[in-house]
């Protein structure tokens, strides 16, 4: 498939995981890629292991700060002019009991996971064509209470429901906007987060498909909502999560 030929998208947080795994999957349907990352050094090996040659732009940016933000928007607007999609991506993850979150911890995951999505989209804005697609990734922890996950299970609730506000609000423009919801996958935050060698186990207990996901499972729901093979859908959630949150695994 080639949904994507000739389009622009735009990935935050695309260094490794599931951002990592859309930018491959888009430019092998055709498209142009911005990545962003904050670490030099991870964007430069990105780039070489996406080996895509002029179609990827990868810009040094904190999704946290709007001079960042404003910055990788002008660098967009001198190579491609236009954006046709758009992965909110970047995001933290710090699990902790909610008596031993520190107000830096709050600060940190507010300021990325809801701030940086918001900003993201509210500068993109003039640079995307009417028609176009944005997809915020969001989590299964907006679905279930998770213990240690209180601040970043409440931070991806918001950007689900600004899926929903903010599809409306640019309807008009027939810019649809939705959401992914990954639940366990394989990916590094995943990985800092279960750091015990059973965990693999454990988790897919829970999961009736029996597995942990990978990051292409969900890079395929991102391809699919950012392209016109979901030009009917807007304001809605995609859980990526092998029937974690809505069914009961069979005893194995």
Do not use: C
Request: aromatic share 6%.
């Amino acid at each position: 498939m080639q949904r994507f030929s000739n389009k622009t998208v735009l990935i935050t947080g695309a260094t490794s995981g599931m951002g990592f795994a859309t930018a491959r999957r888009v430019l092998d349907e055709g498209s142009y890629v911005v990545i962003t990352g904050r670490d030099q050094q991870r964007l430069d090996a990105a780039v070489a292991r996406l080996d895509a040659g002029p179609r990827v732009l990868a810009v040094r940016a904190d999704a946290a700060s709007l001079a960042d933000t404003d910055e990788l928007m002008r660098r967009i607007q001198t190579w491609r002019g236009t954006l046709d999609a758009v992965f909110a991506n970047a995001g933290v993850g710090i699990f902790k009991p909610s008596a031993e979150l520190t107000e830096e911890d709050v600060d940190r995951t507010l300021n990325v996971n809801v701030k940086g999505v918001f900003f993201t989209i509210h500068a993109a804005q003039p640079l995307l064509r009417d028609g176009s697609a944005i997809v915020i990734n969001a989590s299964w922890t907006l679905y279930r209470g998770l213990p240690v996950a209180s601040i970043y299970s409440a931070s991806k609730a918001a950007v689900h429901n600004l899926a929903r506000t903010l599809g409306a609000e640019l309807a008009p423009r027939g810019i649809r906007v939705n959401s992914v919801s990954p639940g366990y996958i394989d990916t590094e935050m995943y990985r800092g987060a279960n750091p015990d060698t059973d965990a693999d186990a454990v988790n897919a207990a829970q999961v009736p498909l029996g597995t942990i996901g990978h990051a292409d499972d969900v890079a395929a729901a991102v391809a699919f909502l950012a392209s016109e093979d979901a030009s009917y859908i807007t304001g809605q959630d995609i859980v990526v999560d092998g029937g974690l949150v809505g069914s009961v695994p069979t005893a194995r």
